[in-house]
T-cell receptor, first 117, second 117 residues
Framework: NAGVMQNPRHLVRRRGQEARLRCSPM?????VYWYRQLPEEGLKFMVY????????ESGMPKERFSAEFPKEGPSILRIQQVVRGDSAAYFC???????????????FGDGTRLSIL | AQKVTQAQTEISVVEKEDVTLDCVYE???????LFWYKQPPSGELVFLIR??????QNEISGRYSWNFQKSTSSFNFTITASQVVDSAVYFC??????????????FGSGTQLTVLP
């Protein structure tokens, strides 16, 4: 039973380019969460999605960042016109659907390290 | 608003010493989960423990033990007889149970533990 899969593991972009980060949740999980870890800091919540719905995006910057979790395929975190300050590790986590045993711990992927040149 | 404070930014110990990592949290919720995660130099997040706010019993797992004290809002983590492989950043995190949709984890800023041979 594969865990949360994130790719790529490392991503390098030049300023102004777009970055796309992918997350495939654990099998049977329908909730996806994205977190950002800036250098030397803890993880900060960005967005919480269920299939085809954004539930909570209170931690997401208002501009240039977007997230989706389509009916088929992985969740995508998209950063447009990247800047140096976007350099960070981006972690994805997943959890089972509502109605499952309550509050299963979120399972984290290994993260994508984004570097902006 | 929720907050997790890990006041110790860095700790260095010599192998075989015991070390305690502190975690203090703030929440208005009466029901919540507390977590510890380990982030080794390779960067992934390793789940260590989850504790329900109703359960104040201390827990021991091998060389690891956790002391949960609701009265002082603390959830401290002790490694006994530390080993070089324990060197990592350790994060404490808080998860609301009562909120139906906003399942974001709130992380502390982490404690960098270095175990010297």
């Amino acid at each position: 039973n594969a865990g949360v899969m994130q790719n790529p593991r490392h991503l390098v972009r030049r300023r102004g380019q777009e970055a796309r980060l992918r997350c495939s949740p654990m099998k049977g999980h329908s909730h996806v969460y994205w977190y950002r870890q800036l250098p030397e800091e803890g993880l900060k919540f960005m967005v919480y999605l269920q299939k085809e719905n954004i539930i909570d995006e209170s931690g997401m910057p208002k501009e240039r960042f977007s997230a989706e979790f389509p009916k088929e395929g992985p969740s995508i975190l998209r950063i447009q016109q990247v800047v140096r300050g976007d350099s960070a590790a981006y972690f994805c986590a997943s959890s089972p659907p509502d109605g499952s045993p309550p509050n299963q711990p979120q399972h984290f992927g290994d993260g994508t390290r984004l570097s902006i040149l | 608003a929720q907050k997790v404070t890990q006041a110790q930014t860095e700790i260095s110990v010599v192998e075989k010493e015991d070390v305690t990592l502190d975690c203090v949290y703030e929440t208005r919720d009466t029901t919540y989960y507390l977590f510890w995660y380990k982030q080794p130099p390779s960067g992934e997040l390793v789940f260590l423990i989850r504790r329900n706010s109703f359960d104040e019993q201390n827990e021991i797992s091998g060389r690891y033990s956790w002391n949960f004290q609701k009265s002082t809002s603390s959830f401290n983590f002790t490694i006994t007889a530390s080993q070089v492989v324990d060197s990592a950043v350790y994060f404490c995190a808080l998860d609301q149970i009562s909120s139906g949709s906003a399942r974001q984890l709130t992380f502390g800023s982490g404690t960098q533990l270095t175990v010297l041979p």
